[in-house]
């Protein structure tokens, strides 16, 4: 396996070996050490010293089904933390083809020049790409595709990324082309554009297919797991048939729907956004109610959403984006919804955290709650990049510092996403201490406190939620390493096997021979790393805490607050920090 | 002497006997007091958590020579930390009269009402004022003076610190009941307007002479104090005759003029805006060359700026806002900086902050450097409170985070001032590690570097230039506290006469017996609980580092970068709180 340095200083292109120390990491594990130990912590985020890491899972590219995440590193523009934030589609699997470990873009350009970066069996070349500047992600795919060939995967930035606007994202097309996957959180987009880097192409013909080193181990175990993943409830039958957006009932009858910025945890027009309902559109207007991001998925939680007029409109908008756009906004029409993730998806922004950034706008009183009209206008001045538009891709924080508003929805300056921490109190505790700013993917804590899945607690308690969320971001490091889906947790933490599936599978691959403990220890110590990086940029415990209002503010129906106290947030790292720091 | 505290939230007025734990205290020293013990340090900046303080100095409403420096304090919404911010004009005095050691302003109003607190012999009290609402300073101060006589002192915000724009500042009056004094920096107006208070009128006639405990020893000693400061050159020549915009020539020729955005330490235009430049149109257009901005300034270093058809403008601008907006926007005209001064003392906005954010807008390409007629149309648009106004309004790092600038002059979120810290090594060591953010007052290091006044450091050079900040930043403490203006600073360095002045009538004043040391450690008690307070916030090491330019770009014409290391910086308050933590 290599890593590809490209440096947009110099315009160099240099292909070499996985170096020894980072030989043996993928996805989260491999962005996370390389950004720990090449970022400075105090570098400016969008300046030539931050990098932007690109690298595919460790099972990336093998048949282990749902497999092909890419996760992307560098240090966030909009929280001043380490970031990894990762997405499905096909470029993953297509650099793991192409024996690629990790990309790894330097430097910055003096002169603004835009390039893409092409990939393929014979090498990486940087092509100047001045024609591309201003296009979004659609148009650019297209542009790309076009020019390279229908079988290349695309990694681009919209508008937003030129723009550098601090919650841009990286899209990734899916198996039909389009850039409709993201790695969405935390503005990685803007360090891909402040490097000048509009597209990365990859033509992955010619590729090898991987070599593992037992490949009838390998076989079994990607079959044992493929079945766990089929046999439990939540990924073989309720994601295929709802998708992600099933959530949306589920969490609105726990009283923990964030609802018109945070300020109620029920809305009432839930059901006419619900995954139910979204079924049924899809089904009439000849979309797709079930489809893979990737090719080797089994759970297939994506879908295709029509216009009216039953053309393509968007990937089927997902639970945390439904919830952004709709409940958090008060709009309860899946349509507009639909089209502000089209919009998103085009310009290069975060969907969660514009969604959250339109309902601050909303309570400082620049559109109200449900205007769905105003919202979509909002949402286009991002693209045009007006004065307003800019302070909105720059997310919540921005916004509501510019605009005065004080109840502002975000840890470590990221927006908590769709699960109100006041009525799932183990949430609260993922989204103050994550590594990266509120973030519900580092450690589901849904899964235990609504779900029922990998344990039973009581969301409305503080018993427990600490523990249970540590175990949940080790767990989750594990996974966004090895490239797997986050929904896979679901049969981890309930089937030992699935797990023991996942520790075959990479054992098989790479001739190693890694106990359970071994496995999370993967997780573990990118924990450690990402942590170190950040008290290096200057972040404490004191930066661990949820928003004043989750402390203040009662919310509806349950009337709760946040209650897990300072020092047992302040416990969670510590044993993770003993066991696993290097 | 009291404290009136108001309640915003109950709308409610308490006067009450200064408590044990604030006895003795004044100025800075009280503020930073208050705010440490009564402000969470991670409460949100305008929120009902924070407080707002005002506060007249220990020796404010006596005669001690330029004692009228009125406090202002609180957690700052521009850089998250502790703020005192203070400015001159009559409220001090006034306040002292009424025998008031502090304004505490708490809680918030839910309704938005905007009040003005009345304060006079016969008591306090809170009154509606929905009729200033977006009102400017200047027509404020008309409206509030026609109607409770112009003897009054006002302290007022603008439409900035309404709309709660973290650069707002908080107005005082002058002698001629114009609002020009500033407490600037730091956004202290928008936590003001936060609160909902648009005014403090303060009516000081039947209040009462201030006690001495031994009048004839504080006579002597103020009138010693008043000698010394008339003898030394800085306070008894070059600030009355030409202003502080006598630094604008020298700090040029010291190659540490911060030209177009920090690129260059030489303005070619510097002497179009100088103060002999200054004091030559002001003369010409009859205004005041040399003036009082508080009775009992012995040092006049304030004028007042004429149009070119004889009317009065504004105050003349301060050596820091003609750099801001002259020599840091490529602006070689003083009329245009003086109707920028204007107008943001109108609408309420720190003119250091404003100019610097001013650049980094010009940076991004809104306007080009030296377009002075694009640089007053963008202050308007702060008043206005466009978009991009309210952008503007809060500030030069949300300025640069919006528009995608790296090259941003701000330590812990606020503007670094008129000096660069790559050609004045010691004002880099202040700016750094200051309590609030970059400040050039907090511990003024271009005292020994350049004017050679208490020590003489090579300001080229890393040498002592720690130590020397640090002892500044202790006996600027003080001088904040005691409600002297910092310019008294340039005698006290210099004569042991004038240091022991000021502890004589501390003396005298209260009947204490302090000696040298016991009146340092009022500012380096004062750093200490600061220094609390900001860890309290989530503050480490890590935030007391420039920008990242300053260490990676040579600054023409010394190509110079800062040079003073981590560990140096990370020296400097570990004997202040070894000595001075309670």
Known sequence: MKIVRINMSKGTVDEHDVPKEYQGLGGRALTSTIVGREVPGRCEPL????????????????????SGRLSAGGKSPLTGTI???????TAAQHLAKLGIAAIVVEGQPSNGALQILHLSASGAKLVAADELKGKGNYETVAVLLDKYGQKCSIISIGQA????????????????????????????GAVMGSKGLKAVVIDAEGGKRLELADSKAFGEAARVFAAELKKHGVTGTTLPMYGTNALTNVINEAGALPTRNFTSGHFEGANKTGGETQREIIIERDGLPQHACHPGCVIECSRIYHTNKKEYLTKGPEYETVWAHGANCGIDDLDAIAQMDRLEDDFGVDTIETGATLAVAMEAGLAKFGDAEAAIRMVREIGEGTALGRVLGCGAAVTGKVFGV????????????????????????????????ADHTIGYSVAPNILKVGGDLDPLKTEGQVEASRNLQIATGMLDSAGLCLFVAFAVLDSPAAFGAIKDMLNAQYGWELSDDDVLAIGGKTLAKERAFNKAAGFTSA????????????LPPHNKVFEVSDAELDELFVPVEEKYQE
């Open 543 to 554: 930066d661990d805490r949820l928003p004043e209002f989750c402390y203040t503010e009662k």
């Open 47 to 66: 300046g030539p010293r931050n990098k932007l890491i690109l690298s595919p899972g460790l099972l990336s590219g093998t048949s282990a089904p749902c």
């Open 406 to 437: 004080t109840r502002v929805p975000v840890v470590k300056g990221q927006s908590m996403p769709a699960y109100d921490p006041r009525a799932i109190q183990g949430m609260g505790v993922t989204y103050a201490t994550s590594t990266m700013g």
């Open 161 to 188: 990324g030129e723009m550098r606007l601090s919650a841009a994202s990286i899209a990734v097309t899916d198996p039909e082309n389009r850039p409709t996957r993201h790695c969405g959180r935390g503005g990685l």
């Open 83 to 89: 970031k990894e934030s990762n997405a499905g589609g």
